[in-house]
């Protein structure tokens, strides 16, 4: 049987785990310049279908963080959720933008102070593969020393043609080599796939499922959710400029609770399922807009994942 975070969470620290979402301040240099693409011209778009939050929303919006903006940032985010449970500890999630990006003694100091509260357990950190430096792996070493870290690689799909149609600004190679030295470094290391990409179809997206399968060492975690078109992004703007009977089809939820339970139920079970739908802000999502009844779609999948997901 496969596990569920919450599964697993609950397991290891005897209690349910709530995530509290919050910001490190940094960038992406898929936005700011930092990389050239293959045409030469430096990308300051991000990938396609980021939106200005830099796909993460519901965190607190991008700007200079220090150490006590951050102690303010975690009594807020705590209380808001200490307001609904009575949760204790949690996970410090940096989700927005790229969070090993910028000055490593800044994001050291930070993430020091954050992963040292007495009300973490984990410190998890959304980021791109090319953004793991030495200097940036030392820091994570010397963290999870302290307590578990967690690094999140927004992967998204194997296959190029996808990645340069999206304008994700890296290929499978340096995936692969972020992915073998954080997992030679003892990181715990979860991949973010995007299911129904514009141009894929249910074998590419499969044919990405199996590849990370097969990882070695085992893949520790997995975020997979539906693509998610959004007011405001490149990729809306792209699709506007379509032709009516040209658009790309997105899924509809019985399609794609299938999808995510074949999925699954190809991985090894030691990898932890961490998400299995996305919930885009209401006020900025066009398609699906199934996805933002979050409790029936769950509902299906656990339908679908019966036998497979604990």
Sequence with gaps: MHQKLSTYLKSTYGEKIYRLSLTSGCSCPNRDGSII?????????????CSEGG??????PVRSVNISDMNDELLKAREKIK?????????????SFTNTYGDVNRLKELYSAVIQRDDIVILSLGTRPDCIGSD????????NKIKPVWVELGLQTIHEKSAIAFNRGYDLAVFEDAYKRLKEAGITTIVHVILGLFGETKEDMLETIRYLAHLSPVLDGIKLQNLQLLKGTQLYRQYLEMETKDRPHFMDMEEYTDLVAQCIALLPEKTVIHRMTGDGPRKLLVEPLWSLDKKRVLNMLTKKCAGILE
Excluded: H
């Excluded at 796909?55 to 607190?60: C, E, M, T, Y």
């Excluded at 940036?136 to 963290?143: F, Y």
């Design 83 to 95: 307001a609904k449970t009575n949760a204790t500890r949690f996970i410090a999630y940096f989700q």
């Design 136 to 143: 940036v792996l030392a820091m994570l070493k010397e963290l």
């Design 55 to 60: 796909s993460g929303d519901f965190a607190v």
């Design 37 to 49: 693409m293959p045409g030469g011209e430096k990308s300051f778009g991000g990938c396609t279908f």
